[in-house]
């Protein structure tokens, strides 16, 4: 019988997560031999995906925070000015987002996620379907994971 002695540590550490981050890839690309195809293609790099809406005043009015990574689109952060909403801008944020991932990236899907008391119905309305929903997430609160095809 072997025993062995542990040592837990609780602190953030962001070289140990890097080295955490690289071995668990390396597991995930020996297991999948779909991730293994992507390394060393385009596909395996997450890229920023950033669209700004300025108003006539050069201020901030609405904004899309994103990436694409492995053919997918994932929109981080949506949001639009409360003077502006109403208006449009978030619809042509998104579809701006959708279109630059799909015709520059060749991105096939789009996730996101949102909150019951943000915009779920809103992201239905542009296509997309519920595929997770995370009651008390927080607590008080209902967590839906959204996706859409783009093709």
Request: charge should be neutral; charged fraction near 30%; glycine fraction near 10%.
């Amino acid at each position: 019988m072997v025993c062995r002695m542990f040592r837990m540590e609780t602190e953030v550490d962001k070289e140990r997560r890097d080295l955490l981050r690289a071995r668990l890839r390396e597991t995930n690309t020996a297991a999948s031999p779909v991730l293994s195809a992507m390394r060393g293609t385009p596909g395996e790099r997450e890229l920023p995906l950033h669209i700004w809406m300025m108003d006539a005043a050069g201020g901030l009015a609405g904004g899309l925070v994103g990436h694409t990574w492995a053919g997918w689109l994932h929109v981080q952060y949506l949001w639009v000015d409360e003077r502006h909403r109403g208006a449009g801008l978030g619809s042509r944020l998104l579809a701006e987002a959708e279109r630059s991932a799909r015709e520059e990236r060749g991105c096939a899907a789009a996730r996101l996620e949102t909150w019951d008391f943000q915009a779920p119905e809103f992201y239905k309305r542009q296509g997309y379907d519920v595929v997770c929903v995370i009651p008390d997430y927080p607590p008080g609160i209902t967590e839906f994971t959204l996706t859409k095809r783009l093709s």
